[in-house]
């Protein structure tokens, strides 16, 4: 499984998800493999500090991150890509129509966070109450509720993946 995130400028949510993904890939003793990229993302930027810090205080362990542009060979070989907006969701289809069928919401995938929750099977993947905001230039409270909305996310995309072994 090949797993690619996507955000705006891949230097905030996308690579905050890819960590958080591998730190649960490896939790889980999984052979999946991630990446991030953005969809107006310049090339080379490292990770915000912001960022950074809400996955230092999970003891997520962190690489160098270096910001990259979707390109097709990305989007090619990803089994997934998972956007944190509704818009961002239209902007890449628009780009790559065949991918139209392995793109997702995030977000949505917070509902399979804590199956014992009894968690809604709504396909909230296709509802805009599921974007995951652009904490860009926000204060440090508002990274943490981003990456609170992505670890559940990611949680509940790994659990959903494992589960059903489909989209
Ligand atoms: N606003 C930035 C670009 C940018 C946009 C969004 C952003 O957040 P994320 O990486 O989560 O998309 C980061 C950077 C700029 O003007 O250069």
Same mark, same amino acid.
């Given at each position: 499984m090949?797993?690619?995130?996507?955000?705006?400028g891949n230097t905030c949510r996308s690579p905050m998800a890819a960590f958080f993904a591998q730190a649960e890939?490896?939790?889980?003793?999984?052979?999946?493999t991630v990446e991030s990229a953005g969809l107006y993302a310049?090339?080379?930027?490292?990770m915000t500090p912001?960022?950074?810090d809400a996955l230092t205080r999970r003891h997520i362990p962190?690489?160098?991150?270096?910001?990259?542009?979707?390109r097709p060979d990305l989007v090619e070989k990803a089994d997934v890509i998972l956007v944190m907006t509704q818009s961002q969701a239209k902007d890449l289809e628009s780009r790559f129509p065949?991918?139209?069928?392995?793109?997702? *919401? $995030? !977000?949505?995938f917070a509902a399979f966070a804590d199956p014992e929750e009894g968690?809604?099977?709504?396909?909230?993947?296709?509802?805009?109450?599921?974007?995951i905001v652009d904490p860009f230039g926000g204060l440090d409270e508002h990274y943490e509720a981003c990456a609170q909305q992505i670890?559940?996310?990611?949680?509940?995309?790994?659990?959903? *993946? $494992? !589960?059903?072994?489909?989209?």
């Open positions: 090949h797993l690619l995130f996507v955000c705006t890939i490896q939790r889980r003793s999984l052979s999946w310049a090339e080379g930027m490292p912001a960022a950074a962190l690489s160098p991150h270096r910001s990259q542009p979707v065949q991918a139209k069928d392995k793109i997702r *919401l $995030l !977000g949505g968690a809604s099977q709504t396909d909230a993947a296709s509802s805009t109450g599921c974007d670890e559940r996310s990611v949680r509940g995309l790994v659990n959903h *993946l $494992l !589960g059903e072994n489909k989209l």
